[in-house]
Nanobody, 114 residues
Framework: QVQLVESGGGLVQAGGSLRLSCAAS????????MGWYRQAPGKQRELVAR???????IYADSAKGRFTISRDNAKNTVYLQMNSLKPEDTAVYYC????????WGQGTQVTVSS
């Protein structure tokens, strides 16, 4: 059974930081592309950052210079370090894994107050 369990969301003031974690089970983690997406109220889900099995990363323009995605294959966990948070970063953040099939986590709420 595949499980992607996100944690680390919460309420933070603008300019603050949060670190999201996604613990995966039931997948070939080390060979999977892992990503973080977010969905704000009334908006479509969008890619925030993605990391391949070889460690290559891509970021949305809104995340560049502020967010860092990383992975620990020994712990089957992917992280998203978010710094200099802005109110427009408020959203539900979802973990995503992709190898031959894609899977989503249940999401974790991030709220940034001004």
């Amino acid at each position: 059974q595949v499980q992607l369990v996100e944690s680390g969301g919460g309420l933070v003031q603008a300019g603050g930081s949060l670190r999201l974690s996604c613990a995966a089970s039931g997948i070939f983690f080390s060979s999977s592309i892992m990503g973080w997406y977010r969905q704000a109220p009334g908006k479509q889900r969008e890619l925030v950052a993605r990391i391949t099995n070889t460690g290559s990363t891509i970021y949305a323009d809104s995340a560049k210079g502020r967010f860092t995605i990383s992975r620990d294959n020994a712990k089957n966990t992917v992280y998203l370090q978010m710094n200099s948070l802005k109110p427009e970063d408020t959203a539900v953040y979802y973990c995503y894994s992709s190898r031959f099939t894609g899977y989503w986590g249940q999401g974790t709420q991030v709220t940034v107050s001004s």
